[in-house]
């Protein structure tokens, strides 16, 4: 499976931007697409993540300002992020993790760096 990421970008603060993952290769029944971001100095954390089933987690931080959704039949997810403040900022990964076998399998994207700064 291949994670590919797409939508970062410089955006001023109060503005908004889209991150998109499209997945090549087939994924179990039971799996959990979702968005993990790093700052500089920081450990990497979960921004979102839902399941097949549409159900969403969501950090802290974000509630309120930023939407996760995924497209089942084609296996892509997205998160809108709206609001953004400059501690958004940070290189964005996206994941998708599933269970084959009673074995947990995760996957990463590329990353893609979304910086928000006037």
């Known amino acids: 499976v291949q994670l590919q990421a797409s939508g970062g970008g410089l955006v001023q603060p109060g503005g908004s931007l889209r991150l998109s993952c499209a997945t090549s290769g087939s994924l179990s029944s039971f799996n959990v697409m979702g968005w993990y971001r790093q700052a500089p100095g920081k450990q990497r954390e979960l921004v979102a993540d839902?399941?097949?089933?549409?159900?969403?987690k969501y950090a802290e931080s974000v509630k309120g300002r930023f939407t996760i959704s995924r497209d089942n039949a084609k296996n892509t997810v997205t998160v809108e992020m709206n609001s953004l403040k400059s501690e958004d900022t940070a290189v964005y990964y996206c994941?998708?993790?599933?269970?084959?076998?009673?074995?947990?399998?995760?996957?990463w994207g590329q990353g893609t760096l979304v910086t928000v700064s006037s």
């Open positions: 994941n998708v993790w599933e269970v084959r076998a009673g074995q947990r399998y995760d996957y």
């Open positions: 839902i399941t097949v089933g549409g159900r969403t």
